[in-house]
């Protein structure tokens, strides 16, 4: 579920002294005190640690993190509700802007940074494959309009590239956008026409819409036919 794993980013410009980590994972001694020593080895401390949602993959390991830099944890709800949408974090020489991605999770968050015409989209857009609406919790109109969001970020050049929650580097983040507008509007056809067909539950659609998908990612399959069939009415 998480492809490679989950991408920590250590956002750290020339020569600065202070780095922003984002997403520094699930609770691994081994993986923080290796963010830590390569923030060190850079000449810098980690000055904050910001989550792009609340997810264990992406948060669990920021206490830890805390813990060893001193560093304030920043994220949307869940205890923290002290980021929001246009909020700049700002260190030497670095600048990143909060964009509130709602839809895969309520408390989704992505991040601009101007410098790289770059956008880290935590799980909201993959660096392979699709996402999961994560169900009750995340809603499928909250998450076109999200996308939308994003490919007007795309379409006025400011965002040219993403810097994924899991999967590597999108260098073209405009084709990836299109790419995931039309998975959405093609994964909603057929789930209406599941539903038309006669499917009554989300496991029947899911066993009719994703007949050709390994068994082992349905469950997360069903959080997003949930989400369709909310957005749906049905």
Do not use: C
């Amino acid at each position: 579920m998480t492809l490679d794993g989950t991408n920590t980013w250590v956002l750290l410009p020339p020569d600065g002294s202070e780095a922003i980590v984002i997403d520094p994972g699930e609770d691994e001694a081994a993986h923080q005190q290796r963010v830590v020593d390569h923030v060190a080895s850079l000449g810098a401390r980690v000055g904050r640690i910001v989550l792009t949602h609340g997810h264990i993959d992406h948060s669990e390991g920021a206490p830890r993190l805390a813990r060893l830099t001193g560093a304030p944890v920043q994220a949307v709800g869940r205890g923290h509700d002290d980021l929001s949408d246009g909020d700049v974090l700002r260190t030497a020489g670095l600048e990143v802007r909060v964009v509130t991605t709602p839809g895969h999770t309520a408390d989704s968050i992505s991040f601009a940074l101007p410098a790289d015409n770059a956008l880290l989209t935590g799980d909201t857009v993959l660096g392979r494959g699709t996402t999961v609406v994560a169900h009750p919790d995340g809603e499928l109109a909250a998450y076109l309009d999200s996308l939308e969001r994003i490919k007007a970020l795309t379409g006025g050049g400011e965002v040219t590239s993403i810097l994924p929650g899991h999967g590597p580097t999108i260098p073209d983040a405009a084709s990836m956008v299109d790419f995931y507008r039309l998975h959405r509007r093609e994964r909603l056809d057929q789930v209406r026409a599941a539903l038309a067909e006669g499917a009554q539950t989300a496991d029947d659609v899911v066993a009719t819409v994703y007949a050709d998908v390994d068994r082992s990612v349905w469950p997360a399959a069903k959080m997003s036919v949930l989400a369709q069939m909310a957005y749906l009415g049905a």
